[in-house]
């Protein structure tokens, strides 16, 4: 148990779906953040979250939206994915300070086809 | 450009030592990390070096050069369920977190 958990696990969706990624945090912390991770890959920051605001947002193309209701809660709606956009995602959380670890979620495994 | 290096991938026996090694070229420096990551799994925090030095934590250490833009994982008396991937990842000037590729480390019998 991570202290953030992430649903569903899995999904595989079509090019025309629209699919939503959850996470939650039990760990009283005030930033939140969405990883995606291909093999062989860095991680690859996509977007972050402090006390619900956006600060972050890497050039995610637009069929990848964020949502944060509130500080232990974030969400990732997908829409009109591409197949190159089959990866995991790993939601984390952290506290907002400079030597604060992350801690991550089990991830999503997307596949899109 | 930030850019981390790490072994793609390490192979070593149950109950040896190994390093794993991770150099980082980063506009400035605010701390590295380490995590470990099972298949399928949540990466999971390590290590934090931001002095140079080794911080030990059991089995496991981390070591780093600031100077040399260098820093080492080494695990001693290896497990089976020391079989993971390795992600070394240094914070820049900005406090955005610079990770690598990760290094698939497989132990043998």
């Known amino acids: 148990e991570t202290g953030v958990t992430q649903t569903p696990r899995h999904l595989v969706m079509g090019m025309t779906n629209k699919k939503s990624l959850k996470c939650e945090q039990h760990?009283?912390?005030?930033?939140m953040y969405w990883y995606k991770q291909s093999a062989k890959k860095p991680l690859e920051l996509m977007f972050v979250?402090?006390?619900?605001?956006?600060?972050e947002n890497n050039s995610v193309p637009s069929r990848f939206s964020p949502e944060c209701p509130n500080s232990s809660h974030l969400f990732l709606h997908l829409h009109t994915l591409q197949p190159e956009d089959s990866a995991l995602y790993l939601c984390?959380?952290?506290?907002?300070?400079?030597?604060?670890?992350?801690?991550f979620g089990n991830g999503t495994r997307l596949t899109v086809t | 450009g930030q850019n981390i290096d790490q072994p793609t991938e390490m192979t070593a026996t149950e109950g040896a030592i190994v390093q794993i090694n991770c150099t980082y070229q980063?506009?400035?420096?605010?701390?590295l990390f380490w995590y470990q990551q099972h298949a399928g799994e949540a990466p999971t925090f390590l290590s934090y070096?931001?002095l140079d030095g080794l911080e030990e934590k059991g089995r496991f250490s981390s070591f780093l050069s600031r100077s040399k833009g260098y820093s080492y994982l080494l695990l001693k008396e290896l497990q089976m369920k020391d079989s993971a991937s390795y992600l070394c990842?240094?914070?820049?000037?900005?406090?955005?977190?610079?990770w690598g590729a990760g290094t698939k480390l497989i132990i043998k019998p």
């Open positions: 984390a959380s952290s506290q907002e300070q400079e030597n604060s670890p992350l801690h």
């Open positions: 760990l009283g912390h005030n930033a």
């Open positions: 979250y402090n006390f619900k605001e956006q600060t």
């Open positions: 980063t506009s400035g420096f605010n701390g």
């Open positions: 070096n931001v």
């Open positions: 990842a240094v914070r820049d000037s900005n406090y955005q977190l610079i």
